[in-house]
């Protein structure tokens, strides 16, 4: 585990967590773009192995072992093409096909596999040694990065984050039924706050931010208050 030596110099080390559809991967990339941060969303990693385990026909329950190796022999890179950053596993842009919901039904279950998680926990550690990183996820703040120096908690509430999840669908020119996401999305929480590998809890020295009122840029000016102040700390 990284000590705080590691995270030296005067970029911090940032900690995102929260649920699903609190918004945390758009906030955390415009925040990493305006502080000049790299930015690395983990749940993308775990969505990669959960489309993996899909092409490979694996099943989450009888075939957890080979769910692990196969992780173990991904190599994650975040490359920005144009404006977006895509995620690349063994050089091939798995982006568009692990946003796909079937991929992301199943990733919270491969999440939980605690071989895979294992691994792919050492690999963030590693990506984030050096600092000047905004990382977001489930369990950043309290088990990968503990020793982070900004911890948030991004949240708000389930029918808002279902309505945010359509709209993020539509956009993408897929239709689904409000009530039906809004049923995943409570099934998906339970799973998250629930598994003995790493649940969804907030760190006990996390700053909570809940966004049901607030628009994105509002979101991303208060963390990034919250970092400013946080840097000055370390010069």
Known sequence: MPNSEQFSGNKCTIAI?????????TVARKLADRLGYTYIDTGAMYRAVAYRALQAGLDVESDATEIAALAGCLHFEFRNVGNE???????EDVEEAIRRPEVGNLSSAVSAIPEMREHLVAVQRQ??????VVMEGRDIGTVVLPQAEVKIFLTASVQERARRRQQQLREKGIQRDLDEILR??????????????????VAPDARQVVTDNMT???????????VRQAEQYME
């Open 216 to 226: 994105e840029d509002e979101v991303v000016d208060l963390l990034e208050r919250i």
């Open 127 to 132: 990506m984030a040694a050096q600092g000047g």
């Open 17 to 25: 967590d929260g649920p699903a559809g609190s918004g945390k991967s």
């Open 85 to 91: 950053q895509h995620l690349l596993t063994n050089d």
């Open 184 to 201: 995943e999305q409570q099934q998906r929480d339970e799973r998250d706050r629930t598994r003995s590998v790493a649940p969804l809890r």
